[in-house]
């Protein structure tokens, strides 16, 4: 199957003709032309999802096992779903019937797995690293599906595809993300991913929730929402993720609302034609109000679908790495 890009205007740096890893464990590893390479792979990928048969025989053959050690429906639905248009076979582990509800070790379930030889393990964990540790025991491709506080490099990608979508680019765009900066994986893989391709990344929340760090990615950091979302291009807000937090980081929800959260008013600061970004779960009336989300700037269900292609595109462009390093 040619995944050729349509000519689209994406407004990216020259694509490289293959992903270097075996598999996709954070955006740090990918330069920007991988990047692009994912993203145009993407397009063709989501003209599959547009036809009458949703259906194509790249990767028959392969055995693709979906390992989720925490809940998920956006990530794990689209995962599946990719897989399935792609023609894999497909095993979805449910962790609350298995063994690792006896005490089985992450390792040792991934050796029992690797025994029955599957080609990739898409895996979701609560701690941090967890899919840098599987690769080291795997031959299987191993991909990075959300690793506690680390990275989430899909999500990212599918935020950037769908920001080019609609801009055209990513480069000298101003982003603001606003919300829990501290406990998100998807704000270090956005920030790995924005400023690589050039964008302008601003980061917003509770001086609580700022990573100290934050600054030296290359982002500027503010408690005021005003002064993130003025001229902004793109709007991205994050869930307050109460269930990592242990402690104390500001009075109640509602008050946050009234300081953070994004209104109507608020967004009247960014340019007229602002995107507005979710990766969701929404916690509606907490870091967004509902006509935000459901206004007609919100991009929050086109990335949503966007996931599915870009899901695709790496599963694709995964395959025929492993292929082309068992040929060398």
């Not at 917003?204 to 700022?210: D, E, K, V």
Request: with cysteine.
């Amino acid at each position: 199957m040619s995944t050729e890009a349509p000519e689209q205007g994406m407004g990216l740096p020259p694509a490289t003709s293959a992903l270097r890893h075996k598999d996709l464990l954070g955006i740090d590893q990918l330069s920007a032309g991988e990047i692009a390479l994912v993203l145009e792979t993407a397009v063709a990928m989501k003209e599959i999802g547009s036809r009458s048969i949703k259906k194509v025989p790249a990767l028959r053959g392969k055995t693709v096992v979906n390992l989720f050690f925490e809940p998920s429906t956006r990530t794990r639905t689209s995962f599946e779903i990719a897989e399935k248009r792609l023609s894999a076979d497909t095993l979805s582990i449910a962790i609350a019937s298995s063994s690792v509800v006896k005490g089985e070790t992450l390792i040792d379930t991934a050796r029992n797995l690797e025994a029955m030889n599957p080609d990739m393990i898409v895996l979701r964990h609560a701690s941090s690293g967890a899919c840098h540790l599987l690769s080291r025991f795997c031959r299987s491709a191993i991909i990075n599906a959300g690793d506690g506080m680390h990275e989430h490099p899909t999500q990212a990608l599918l935020d950037a595809f769908t920001i080019v979508e609609r801009r055209k680019r990513l480069a000298g765009l101003k982003v603001a993300i606003i919300g829990d900066l501290l406990h998100s994986r998807v704000l270090r893989s956005n920030i790995l991913l924005l400023t690589k391709m050039g964008a302008d990344v601003w980061v917003c929340g509770p001086p609580t929730l700022i990573p100290t760090d934050v600054t030296r990615f290359g982002v500027r950091a503010t408690s005021r929402v005003d002064e993130a979302v003025r001229d902004a291009d793109v709007v991205m807000l994050l869930r307050i993720q109460l269930e990592r937090m242990e402690g104390a980081f500001f009075p109640s929800l509602r008050e946050y609302f009234e300081v953070f959260g994004m209104t109507e008013a608020r967004l009247a600061l960014a340019r007229p034609d602002v995107l507005i970004m979710h990766p969701g779960p929404m916690n509606r009336g907490v870091e967004i109000a509902s006509e935000v989300a459901d206004g007609p700037r919100s991009v929050i269900l086109d990335q949503v679908a966007n996931g599915v292609a870009v899901r695709m595109a790496v599963l694709y462009l995964l395959a025929g790495g492993v292929e082309h390093e068992e040929a060398a």
